[in-house]
């Protein structure tokens, strides 16, 4: 199936630094990716959809200029957490679709845990 | 998209079929019913996709009624790496923004 790999697996920041997280779609184009959030021993929660060429769309209450997208070609997303707080650790997911008419297939990557201290 | 309702928890013993069932009352006609399992730490995966009636893959099946306002994952003889949480969802056709809902935890013990 496809493949979608997420770097770094892990990540330990101190607080007021910023974190860059990649999502990369191995082995297929995705001209649109997903990036969630999941707090420990909670469900998946949209943060924003990432288009290719173009801005983000983010889900209400997710601060843009805090959690910066680009999604400059058709295999790589990048998530970058500006000014981190211990608040924003957390299990940073990315999701793409290979698309398709009847594909709503999404493909995840294996997430980033994200720890500010 | 439609709202699902699922089980929070079940508990089952190896070797044994597991059923859970996700109410999705006001799905719509463009609207197919997805599952994903999450282990711990990881992303979720893939289990199967269904629009009406039964659909199987190696994995598991999928039941939906005529009605489509329910569908019902069921997992042959479970295993203990078979543990994890289980995510209902509603999507539709062409749109691959997924919503999560609070999933069904299910504990395979030996």
């Known amino acids: 199936g496809a493949v979608v790999s997420q770097h770094p697996s892990w990540v330990i920041c101190k607080s007021g630094t910023s974190v860059k997280i990649e999502c990369r779609s191995l082995?297929?184009?995705?001209?649109?990716m997903f990036w969630y959030r999941q707090f420990p021993k909670q469900s998946l929660m949209l943060m924003a959809t990432s288009n290719e060429g173009s801005k983000a769309t983010y889900e209400q209450g997710v601060e843009k200029d805090k959690f910066l997208i680009n999604h400059a070609s058709l295999t790589l997303s990048t998530l970058t957490v500006t000014s981190a707080h211990p608040e924003d650790s957390s299990f940073y997911i990315c999701?793409?679709?290979?698309?398709?008419?009847?594909?709503?297939?999404?493909?995840f990557g294996q997430g980033t845990r994200l720890t500010v201290v | 998209l439609a709202k699902t309702t699922q089980p929070i928890s079940m508990d089952s013993y190896e070797g044994q079929e597991v059923n859970i069932t996700c109410s999705h009352n006001?799905?719509?006609?463009?609207?197919?019913i997805t599952w994903y399992q999450q282990f711990p730490s990881q992303g979720p995966r893939f289990i199967i996709q269904?629009?009406?009636t039964k659909v199987t893959n190696e994995v598991a099946s999928l039941f939906i009624p005529a009605d489509r306002k329910s569908s019902t994952l069921s997992l042959p003889r479970v295993s203990l790496s078979d543990t994890a949480v289980y995510y209902c969802?509603?999507?539709?056709?062409?749109?691959?923004?997924?919503?999560f809902g609070a999933g069904t935890t299910v504990t395979v013990r030996a």
């Open positions: 999701s793409a679709s290979r698309g398709g008419l009847m594909n709503t297939e999404a493909f």
């Open positions: 269904g629009y009406k």
């Open positions: 006001n799905i719509a006609t463009n609207d197919y």
């Open positions: 082995d297929f184009q995705a001209t649109t």
């Open positions: 969802l509603v999507v539709r056709s062409n749109d691959y923004k997924l919503s």
